[in-house]
Protein backbone atom coordinates (compact mmCIF):
# COMPACT_ATOMS: atom_id res chain seq x y z
CA UNK A 1 0.00 0.00 0.00
CA UNK A 2 2.45 2.08 0.43
CA UNK A 3 3.86 1.66 -2.76
CA UNK A 4 0.36 2.26 -4.20
CA UNK A 5 0.48 5.80 -1.93
CA UNK A 6 3.84 6.90 -3.47
CA UNK A 7 2.37 6.20 -7.17
CA UNK A 8 -0.37 7.91 -6.53
CA UNK A 9 1.30 11.02 -5.25
CA UNK A 10 4.23 10.63 -7.87
CA UNK A 11 1.15 10.86 -10.40
CA UNK A 12 -0.21 13.90 -8.40
CA UNK A 13 3.22 15.73 -8.47
CA UNK A 14 3.31 14.76 -12.20
CA UNK A 15 0.17 16.11 -12.65
CA UNK A 16 0.80 19.13 -11.10
CA UNK A 17 4.13 20.02 -12.67
CA UNK A 18 2.55 19.37 -15.99
CA UNK A 19 0.20 21.97 -15.63
CA UNK A 20 3.18 24.02 -14.31
CA UNK A 21 5.44 23.79 -17.35
CA UNK A 22 1.99 25.28 -19.03
CA UNK A 23 2.32 28.16 -16.87
CA UNK A 24 5.07 30.14 -18.53
CA UNK A 25 2.97 30.01 -22.01
CA UNK A 26 -0.29 30.76 -20.43
CA UNK A 27 1.64 34.18 -18.99
CA UNK A 28 2.93 35.00 -22.27
CA UNK A 29 -0.59 34.41 -23.93
CA UNK A 30 -2.29 36.46 -21.10
CA UNK A 31 0.94 39.09 -21.37
CA UNK A 32 0.09 39.35 -24.90
CA UNK A 33 -3.65 39.67 -24.61
CA UNK A 34 -3.47 42.35 -21.88
CA UNK A 35 -0.53 44.54 -23.99
CA UNK A 36 -3.32 43.97 -26.75
CA UNK A 37 -6.33 44.67 -24.64
CA UNK A 38 -4.30 48.01 -23.39
CA UNK A 39 -3.67 49.38 -27.32
CA UNK A 40 -7.43 48.73 -27.72
CA UNK A 41 -8.43 50.53 -25.17
CA UNK A 42 -5.72 53.54 -25.99
CA UNK A 43 -7.10 53.59 -29.24
CA UNK A 44 -10.97 54.00 -28.27
CA UNK A 45 -9.75 56.35 -25.86
CA UNK A 46 -7.95 58.70 -27.95
CA UNK A 47 -11.16 58.08 -30.61
CA UNK A 48 -13.20 59.26 -27.94
CA UNK A 49 -11.21 62.18 -27.02
CA UNK A 50 -11.15 63.31 -30.49
CA UNK A 51 -15.11 62.97 -31.22
CA UNK A 52 -15.51 64.44 -27.81
CA UNK A 53 -13.02 67.59 -28.63
CA UNK A 54 -14.70 67.79 -31.92
CA UNK A 55 -18.44 67.95 -30.12
CA UNK A 56 -16.75 70.40 -27.99
CA UNK A 57 -15.79 72.33 -30.53
CA UNK A 58 -18.65 72.30 -32.28
CA UNK A 59 -20.54 73.10 -29.68
CA UNK A 60 -18.69 76.08 -28.45
CA UNK A 61 -18.73 77.23 -31.46
CA UNK A 62 -22.58 76.54 -31.70
CA UNK A 63 -23.03 78.39 -28.70
CA UNK A 64 -21.01 81.47 -29.54
CA UNK A 65 -23.30 82.07 -32.42
CA UNK A 66 -26.28 81.53 -30.23
CA UNK A 67 -24.73 84.24 -27.30
CA UNK A 68 -23.76 86.45 -30.48
CA UNK A 69 -27.29 86.23 -31.24
CA UNK A 70 -28.85 86.94 -28.03
CA UNK A 71 -26.53 89.46 -27.73
CA UNK A 72 -27.82 91.28 -30.68
CA UNK A 73 -31.51 90.64 -29.39
CA UNK A 74 -30.84 92.57 -26.34
CA UNK A 75 -29.14 95.36 -27.96
CA UNK A 76 -31.95 95.82 -30.28
CA UNK A 77 -34.38 95.48 -27.63
CA UNK A 78 -32.60 98.05 -25.01
CA UNK A 79 -32.32 100.59 -28.56
CA UNK A 80 -35.67 100.27 -28.67
CA UNK A 81 -36.84 100.75 -24.99
CA UNK A 82 -33.92 103.78 -25.22
CA UNK A 83 -36.21 105.12 -27.98
CA UNK A 84 -39.20 104.62 -25.92
CA UNK A 85 -37.93 106.10 -22.88
CA UNK A 86 -37.12 109.13 -25.14
CA UNK A 87 -40.10 109.57 -26.62
CA UNK A 88 -41.73 109.10 -23.21
CA UNK A 89 -39.54 111.91 -22.15
CA UNK A 90 -40.43 114.06 -24.69
CA UNK A 91 -44.23 113.61 -23.97
CA UNK A 92 -43.52 114.12 -20.18
CA UNK A 93 -42.10 117.38 -21.04
CA UNK A 94 -45.04 118.10 -23.63
CA UNK A 95 -47.24 117.85 -20.76
CA UNK A 96 -45.13 119.46 -18.52
CA UNK A 97 -45.32 122.52 -20.79
CA UNK A 98 -49.40 122.05 -20.65
CA UNK A 99 -49.49 121.83 -17.08
CA UNK A 100 -47.61 124.55 -16.79
CA UNK A 101 -49.53 126.76 -18.83
CA UNK A 102 -53.10 125.64 -17.23
CA UNK A 103 -51.47 126.49 -14.29
CA UNK A 104 -50.45 129.81 -14.68
CA UNK A 105 -53.89 130.58 -16.35
CA UNK A 106 -55.59 129.19 -13.42
CA UNK A 107 -53.12 131.31 -11.25
CA UNK A 108 -54.16 134.37 -13.36
CA UNK A 109 -57.92 133.22 -13.22
CA UNK A 110 -57.62 132.67 -8.88
CA UNK A 111 -55.26 135.79 -8.87
CA UNK A 112 -58.63 138.12 -10.39
CA UNK A 113 -61.06 136.44 -8.37
CA UNK A 114 -59.24 136.70 -5.34
CA UNK A 115 -58.47 140.72 -6.25
CA UNK A 116 -62.65 141.17 -6.60
CA UNK A 117 -63.39 139.10 -3.59
CA UNK A 118 -60.73 142.06 -1.90
CA UNK A 119 -62.42 144.52 -2.94
CA UNK A 120 -66.00 143.11 -1.60
CA UNK A 121 -64.21 142.70 1.91
CA UNK A 122 -62.93 146.04 1.63
CA UNK A 123 -66.84 147.15 0.26
CA UNK A 124 -68.28 144.71 3.37
CA UNK A 125 -65.63 146.69 5.92
CA UNK A 126 -66.55 150.18 5.08
CA UNK A 127 -70.31 148.73 4.97
CA UNK A 128 -69.47 147.65 8.25
CA UNK A 129 -68.21 150.33 9.69
CA UNK A 130 -71.01 152.45 8.58
CA UNK A 131 -73.71 150.15 10.29
CA UNK A 132 -71.32 149.99 13.08
CA UNK A 133 -71.22 154.11 13.40
CA UNK A 134 -75.32 154.26 12.75
CA UNK A 135 -75.71 151.73 15.54
CA UNK A 136 -73.51 153.70 17.64
CA UNK A 137 -75.81 156.66 17.34
CA UNK A 138 -78.94 154.65 17.72
CA UNK A 139 -77.90 153.61 20.97
CA UNK A 140 -76.76 156.85 21.86
CA UNK A 141 -80.00 158.10 21.33
CA UNK A 142 -82.14 155.70 22.29
CA UNK A 143 -79.86 155.89 25.58
CA UNK A 144 -80.56 159.83 25.59
CA UNK A 145 -84.38 159.15 25.08
CA UNK A 146 -84.42 156.37 27.76
CA UNK A 147 -83.41 159.03 30.20
CA UNK A 148 -85.68 161.69 28.99
CA UNK A 149 -88.09 159.28 29.74
CA UNK A 150 -86.64 158.35 32.61
CA UNK A 151 -86.81 161.76 33.79
CA UNK A 152 -89.27 162.35 32.87
CA UNK A 153 -91.51 159.12 34.52
CA UNK A 154 -89.52 160.22 37.51
CA UNK A 155 -91.37 163.91 37.21
CA UNK A 156 -94.91 162.81 36.93
CA UNK A 157 -94.30 160.63 39.78
CA UNK A 158 -93.44 162.89 41.39
CA UNK A 159 -96.17 164.86 40.71
CA UNK A 160 -98.68 161.47 41.34
CA UNK A 161 -96.86 161.60 44.83
CA UNK A 162 -97.57 165.07 45.81
CA UNK A 163 -101.05 165.33 44.34
CA UNK A 164 -101.84 162.24 46.58
CA UNK A 165 -100.69 163.65 49.46
CA UNK A 166 -102.44 167.10 49.02
Not at 5 to 26: I, Y
Not at 31 to 50: K, N, P, Y
Not at 63 to 79: Q, S
Request: charged fraction near 30%.
Amino acid sequence: MAQKDLEVRVENLEFAVASLVQLPRQMAELSSQFLQLRHDVTAEISGLRGELTGAMVSLRGELRGEMAGLRDELTGEMTSLRDDMAELRGDMAGLRGELTGEMTGLRGELTGEMSGLRGELTGLRDDMAGMYKDLAGAIVASATEMRALHEDLVGRISLLGENRQA
